[in-house]
């Protein structure tokens, strides 16, 4: 059936390109960069520089859309471990025991993954990728007040000429910065609602040579309540190991050597202090801010345009320090592979667990303003318990990797078995905070959390 149109090139919009190449005769991807034949960083997607991780859920939907594609990310260089066993995670200061585990994780870049994902949408015959491309406006036809519109196509400025392209469906996958918020407004449809939490998260993120021979893959240290800074090392593609630091609400994670170092000493565990003292750095710390998650809520419009969809950061940026942006749009593109119509509604059930799995981590913070009910009070006390006591317990371990690699729902955290386990783990304390001494944990409720 008919053309469709992509706006925007990155992994977003190429892999919804994939999906729709199974129900259009045609799809054009259009972007405004142009894009490097190597796998490298791009204007357009700033965050192309940072470190990205892709979870369990992402690399096994990508390898649906792309059969062979973990293979083909191993070929190309990319380190892959167990996601448990060989990664240390510290939650809320505290060490997460580790265990075997059938799950995977690959320290994939950002530039080698979009890279990949590019190449595998180009042998499609039936989707052109055109770059220098910009889309500057819509198509459209009908009364926008009163019925219902549609889009028809779209406005692009190329090598300095404008035209206009005809599709049956345009997907919007302009990313985090998309106008079509705006061009819809100027059409007569109002506003689209959107929702916002505010983090003020600021992240660096430097690379090392990787020298073989330590036995962990990834350090995660997470930020909690009192301690608005994370610090996490990867081991990535091209022999190297990327240094991510994080600061919300105000922290500023630095990028002089002296203060990185000093970052580091302050976390919770020594791993990362200890690789700084031998670490040799192959590039300069670049660092982007980002100061909130965003969501549009197309599905709540009163009234939208026929012929439309969004995708990816287009339609949800989440708070990147859960790396949940590209595995949700390879879910979304999933969606548009179905049957077409209420897609909105469908993918705003599809955010739902991720959005609420990242703001709900996101308002623990006291100073992250937001909407808590009791309910979310008690599921922090709960939750709270629940790190202390995954510091003993790989079960918890398991399901809290399990969820936050989109596995399974946050429900299962509170699955009855779990819940047990937390109960009589929690009970065993002390427990030791980092490399800090043991020390009586406060679980009296709130007071962390
Ligand atoms: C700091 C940071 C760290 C992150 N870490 C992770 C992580 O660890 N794991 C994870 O899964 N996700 C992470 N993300 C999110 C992830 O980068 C995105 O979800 C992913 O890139 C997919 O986004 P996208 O394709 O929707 O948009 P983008 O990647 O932002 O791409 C938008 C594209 O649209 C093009 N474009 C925009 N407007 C136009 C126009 N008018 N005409 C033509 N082209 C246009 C741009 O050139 C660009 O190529 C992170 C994000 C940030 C900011």
């Not at 960069?33 to 470190?51: C, H, K, L, M, N």
């Not at 979009?114 to 009364?143: C, K, M, N, S, Y």
């Not at 404008?162 to 997907?171: F, G, H, P, S």
């Not at 390879?330 to 969606?335: C, F, M, S, V």
């Amino acid at each position: 059936m008919g053309h469709a149109v992509v706006v925007g090139g990155s992994v977003g919009g190429l892999l919804a390109a994939r999906a729709l190449s199974d129900r259009f005769e045609r799809v054009t991807v259009l972007d405004r960069d142009r894009f490097p034949e190597v796998a490298a960083a791009r204007r357009g997607v700033p965050q192309s520089r940072q470190a990205h991780v892709l979870l369990a859920k992402g690399a096994a939907a990508l390898g649906e859309m792309f059969p062979g594609f973990a293979a083909e990310m191993v070929t190309s260089g990319v380190p892959v471990g167990d996601a448990h066993a060989d990664c240390r995670w510290y939650l809320d200061g505290y060490a997460m025991r580790q265990a075997p585990s059938s799950m995977q994780c690959y320290g994939v870049s950002r530039p080698l993954l979009e890279h990949l994902v590019r190449r595998r949408v180009r042998a499609l015959p039936d989707v052109e990728i055109i770059d220098g491309a910009e889309v500057t406006g819509l198509l459209h036809d009908g009364p926008a007040r009163g019925s219902r519109g549609r889009v028809l196509g779209v406005r692009v400025r190329q090598d300095g000429a404008d035209r206009e392209i005809e599709a049956d469906l345009v997907v919007d996958a302009g990313g985090r910065g998309t106008r079509m918020p705006v061009w819809l407004r100027e059409l007569g449809y109002g506003e689209v609602p959107s929702s916002t939490v505010r983090t003020g998260l600021v992240y660096t993120s430097r690379h090392y040579r990787y020298v073989p021979g330590g036995d962990d893959f990834a350090v995660v240290m997470a930020p909690y309540p009192g301690m608005p800074r994370a610090a996490v090392i990867v081991r990535q593609d091209g022999d190297r190991v990327v240094l991510l630091l994080a600061g919300m609400l105000g922290a500023e994670p630095p990028v002089d050597d002296a203060g990185v170092r000093a970052y580091a000493e302050s976390m919770p565990g020594p791993e990362i202090r200890d690789f700084l003292r031998t670490a040799e750095p192959i590039d300069e710390p670049v660092r982007m801010r980002y100061p909130s998650s965003v969501r549009h809520h197309y599905e709540r419009m009163p009234r939208r345009p026929a012929g439309f969809v969004a995708v990816g950061d287009a339609l949800c940026s989440f708070n990147p320090i859960y790396g949940q942006g590209i595995t949700v749009a390879a879910l979304e593109a999933r969606l548009l592979a179905d049957e077409p119509g209420r897609y909105f509604e469908r993918a705003a059930r599809l955010l739902a667990n991720p959005w609420s799995l990242a703001t709900g981590s996101d308002l623990r913070f006291p100073e992250v303003k937001g909407q808590r009910r009791m309910v979310d009070r008690l599921l922090h006390g709960y939750l709270a318990r629940f790190r202390v006591a995954a510091a003993r317990d790989a079960a918890l371990g398991a399901a809290f990797l399990r969820v936050s690699n989109m596995l399974a729902g946050p429900a299962h955290l509170l699955a009855p078995h779990i819940a047990l386990r937390v109960l009589r783990g929690a009970r065993r304390i002390p427990v030791s905070r980092g490399g800090n001494p043991p020390a009586e944990v406060d679980l009296s409720g709130s007071s962390r959390i």
